[in-house]
C-alpha cells in the first residue's frame, strides 16, 4: 500500500489522500476550486488504473465540495458515514458551511457507512470508526495491520477538531478522543496540517490532557 498527498494549490482545502493498494481510494475531496489540478495528480499516480472509491471523513465542504466534480470524471462511488451522508446528499448549507467557504455544494450520491464497517483493498482492510464532535457523522479510518489512521478533522497530531458548528459536540469528540486513545495509531493522516509517520502514545497523552480527557471515564 502506498499513501499519496494530492495538492489542490487551495490553502483552505482538506488533505486528500489517495491510497493506492490492490484497490485504489481516496479519502476526502476538497473544495472543488483545484478539481482540475486534483484530477490531474490523480491520474498521473494511478495512470491506467481506475480509482474504486471515495470515502469523505465528515460533511463540511473542504472536504465535499469537490465530490460532485471527481464523480463526474471518474464514475466511482462515494461513502460518508451514515449521518452525515444525508448533508452531502442534500447539499445541506448549514452542514456542510458550503456557503461559509464562498462555494455552492452539488448534491451527490452517498452511501453510509456504519461503525465498523470494513473497506477492503485487497491487502489493506480499514475499518471504519464512528468519531462525531467535530461533525455528527464524521468517521475515521483505521488498517490495524499497520497502525495506519485517517483521522479527518477529529484528530490532528497536536490538536483537536472544533466543535462550534451545526452538529459539533464537545463531549462527544472527547468520546471519540477516548476510544482512539485505545488503538494502536502508527501512522497518521489527518485532515489538515502535516501527517505523521511515526505517531507515538506521548502524542495521544498530549491530546487527551489538552481536552481534559484524563477526567473523563471513557
Not at 502508527?186 to 501527517?195: C, D, F, I, K, V
Amino acid at each position: 500500500m502506498t499513501i499519496h498527498v494530492i495538492d489542490s494549490g487551495i490553502p483552505f482545502d482538506s488533505n486528500i489522500y489517495l491510497v493506492v493498494a490492490e484497490r485504489t481510494m481516496l479519502v476526502d475531496a476538497g473544495t472543488g476550486l483545484g478539481s482540475d489540478r486534483v484530477i490531474s495528480g490523480i491520474r498521473s499516480i494511478l495512470a491506467d488504473r481506475r480509482l474504486d472509491m471515495i470515502v469523505a471523513t465528515h460533511c463540511h465542504f473542504d472536504h465535499v465540495g469537490g465530490l460532485h466534480d471527481l464523480v463526474s470524471e471518474f464514475g466511482c462511488e462515494v461513502y460518508a458515514g451514515e449521518l452525515d451522508a444525508p448533508r452531502i446528499r442534500d447539499a445541506d448549507d448549514r452542514y456542510t458551511l458550503a456557503s461559509a467557504f464562498g462555494g455552492l455544494m452539488a448534491p451527490v450520491d452517498v452511501t453510509g457507512l456504519s461503525d465498523g464497517d470494513v473497506i477492503d483493498l485487497g491487502d489493506r482492510r480499514f475499518r471504519t470508526i464512528w468519531t462525531p464532535g467535530h461533525t455528527e457523522g464524521g468517521i475515521c479510518l483505521y488498517d490495524e495491520s499497520s497502525g495506519t489512521l485517517f483521522s479527518g478533522d477529529t484528530l490532528f497530531e497536536t490538536g483537536v477538531g472544533r466543535t462550534d458548528f451545526a452538529g459539533g459536540s464537545m463531549t462527544s469528540l472527547r468520546r471519540s478522543i477516548g476510544f482512539l486513545s485505545n488503538i494502536d495509531i502508527r501512522e497518521l493522516y489527518p485532515g489538515h496540517g502535516q501527517t505523521c509517520e511515526n505517531y507515538d502514545p506521548a502524542m495521544m497523552a498530549r491530546i487527551m490532557t489538552l481536552v481534559g480527557l484524563s477526567l473523563i471515564h471513557i
